[in-house]
């Protein structure tokens, strides 16, 4: 049977969609009536969310850094063609 | 129909630059992205791009194509970031599997009475709780933001991560469960703290 101990190691699993169906039905059921598990549940789950956006966030790389690569790499391809 | 990245790898190696060319293009803003996270700022983004994409340049003549190109890639890119972040830090390092501290399960009870997760506050919408939890994932511990932020920024499953740091799977998922756990308690903090002053 899960606890609350069991509970807060298998958290990632579970919303990695790592576990099995009857593991994750007890996880439920647990969730669904003590209290700290609900919140521990609520707020990881929340976490995840919030990682998942701030993670999804990009930055494009400047157009000098682009150029200065680009010229990099030209010198070292005429490095090697010689 | 896009070439593969298979096929420029093996197009790159036999000379044609074109396509390593291509390669670059194909894969510089991620590289670029998961270098800014990891290192923190712009500039040493920038010189991680380069030195990223000299290495590829350099060793892809030994590439073996049973690997993927993105992961080799990136863990060449995530082994210059740590070089550098290490060199910062004047050789000051940290042991592989350093423990996070996460809170014991009494704690953790006493802590659980309020569900942060339901403030309409709990969004990204707020700068405030977008830099706490900026600020959270630059504390994390290297090995715990890289295997973060490899999860997350590039999309890479576990066994990918795992590849790209040539660590176990166990390891992989150890440490991204830990940094999680850790991200909830900064915001659990954040959000106490914010209740508080209300």
Same mark, same amino acid.
């Given at each position: ?8 190691? +298998? +958290?990632?699993? &579970?919303?990695?969609?790592? +576990? ?10 647990? *969730? ?6 609900? *919140? ?9 969310? +919030? ?9 494009? *790389?400047?157009?000098? *850094?682009?150029?200065?690569? &680009? ?12 | ?198």
């Amino acid at each position: 049977m899960i606890d609350f101990d069991k509970l807060f190691e +298998l +958290l990632s699993d &579970y919303f990695d969609e790592e +576990l099995e169906d009857d593991i994750c039905a007890e996880i439920d059921e647990l *969730v669904s009536e003590d209290f700290c598990s609900k *919140v521990l549940f609520n707020t990881f789950a929340k976490t995840i969310e +919030l990682c998942r956006e701030i993670e999804a966030e990009e930055i494009e *790389v400047p157009e000098e *850094v682009h150029v200065r690569l &680009y010229e990099f790499l030209e010198i070292e391809i005429r490095k090697r063609r010689w | 129909m896009a070439v593969s990245d298979e096929t420029l790898v093996e197009k790159s190696q036999q000379g044609d630059y074109l396509s390593f060319q291509e390669l670059v293009k194909r894969h510089e803003k991620k590289i670029y992205n998961l270098a800014y996270k990891i290192m923190g700022n712009k500039e040493d983004a920038s010189d991680v791009l380069q030195e990223t994409f000299l290495q590829a340049f350099r060793k892809i003549p030994g590439f073996k194509s049973k690997a993927k190109f993105s992961t080799w890639l990136y863990r060449i890119a995530v082994n210059i970031c740590l070089m550098r972040k290490r060199r910062q830090k004047k050789m000051k390092t940290v042991s592989l599997d350093v423990p996070i501290l996460t809170k014991q399960e009494d704690e953790i009870r006493r802590e659980l009475r309020d569900d942060w997760s339901k403030s309409p506050l709990a969004s990204l919408e707020s700068e405030e709780v977008k830099r706490a939890l900026s600020d959270a994932i630059d504390s994390l511990p290297e090995e715990y933001r890289t295997v973060f932020l490899l999860r997350g920024v590039n999309g890479f499953s576990n066994e990918e991560v795992a590849n790209a740091l040539k660590i176990s799977l166990p390891a992989v998922k150890s440490r991204l469960h830990r940094a999680r756990l850790f991200l909830r308690d900064k915001l659990s903090e954040y959000f106490k703290e914010y209740g508080s002053k209300e």
